[in-house]
């Protein structure tokens, strides 16, 4: 398993607080964690996703890529928050109780900070249940009816697959760019691409 996580053996932590004190020691040198999370029903149960993910918000870092273990566990990604990287609002929401909470750490208050400066903390992007077609989407396919009718069609993933790339342009004129862009892949009938930020 190690030669996939790029030589790093996954830990295990039992407790909320070994993983905290983890983070504590090695935030600002490590480049990732690879955890072994428990799944429900496991004889020996560890910290949950969710608490782990918290924890490492209070420390800047962010969760990412889950993959499969055995039949108990699966592992999960914790790394620290790229610079630039765009919030979710679900990750605005988590930081927002874990400062009400009084746990935020300065390195997670220190990326907060940055991303309300630049913009990023207020131009969250919405959890997919929660997306809306955006107004300006709504009009390119009231103008464009082969467009319409493939937006229509899609899952609720391919619909915030194309809410999200609209969303996330970094400015204006990118957004209008992508508006056009999203409107030709629809009206052709292209495959569209699984849901990205950026």
Same mark, same amino acid.
């Given at each position: 398993?190690?030669?996939?996580?790029?030589?790093?053996?996954?830990?295990?932590?039992?407790?909320?607080?070994?993983?905290?004190?983890?983070?504590? *020691? &090695? &935030?600002?040198?490590?480049?990732?964690?690879?955890?072994?999370?428990?799944?429900?029903?496991?004889?020996?149960?560890?910290?949950?996703?969710?608490?782990?993910?918290?924890?490492?918000?209070?420390?800047?870092?962010?969760?990412?890529?889950?993959?499969?273990?055995?039949?108990?566990?699966?592992?999960?990604?914790?790394?620290?928050?790229?610079?630039?990287?765009?919030?979710?609002?679900?990750?605005?929401?988590?930081?927002?109780?874990?400062?009400?909470?009084?746990?935020?750490?300065?390195?997670?208050?220190?990326?907060?900070?940055?991303?309300?400066?630049?913009?990023?903390?207020?131009?969250?992007?919405?959890?997919?249940?929660?997306?809306?077609?955006?107004?300006?989407?709504?009009?390119?396919?009231?103008?464009?009816?082969?467009?319409?009718?493939?937006?229509?069609?899609? *899952?609720?993933?391919?619909?915030?697959?194309?809410?999200?790339?609209?969303?996330?342009?970094?400015?204006?004129?990118?957004?209008?760019?992508?508006?056009?862009?999203?409107? *030709?892949?629809?009206?052709?009938?292209?495959?569209?691409?699984?849901?990205?930020?950026?």
């Amino acid at each position: 398993m190690s030669d996939s996580l790029a030589g790093m053996e996954p830990m295990t932590f039992h407790a909320l607080a070994d993983w905290e004190a983890w983070l504590a *020691d &090695h &935030h600002g040198t490590a480049g990732e964690a690879w955890l072994a999370i428990a799944k429900k029903g496991a004889a020996t149960p560890t910290i949950s996703a969710a608490e782990a993910g918290d924890v490492a918000i209070c420390f800047g870092w962010i969760d990412s890529q889950r993959r499969g273990l055995d039949d108990s566990h699966f592992l999960q990604r914790y790394s620290p928050r790229r610079a630039g990287a765009r919030w979710s609002q679900v990750n605005v929401d988590r930081a927002e109780a874990l400062i009400a909470a009084g746990r935020m750490r300065p390195a997670g208050l220190a990326q907060i900070e940055t991303a309300k400066g630049d913009g990023r903390w207020a131009a969250a992007y919405p959890a997919q249940r929660d997306a809306k077609t955006p107004e300006d989407l709504e009009a390119a396919l009231a103008d464009n009816p082969a467009a319409a009718a493939r937006f229509a069609t899609l *899952d609720k993933t391919g619909r915030y697959s194309v809410i999200l790339k609209l969303t996330s342009a970094p400015s204006a004129a990118a957004r209008a760019k992508r508006l056009a862009a999203l409107t *030709d892949l629809l009206a052709s009938g292209a495959p569209i691409p699984p849901p990205q930020v950026g």
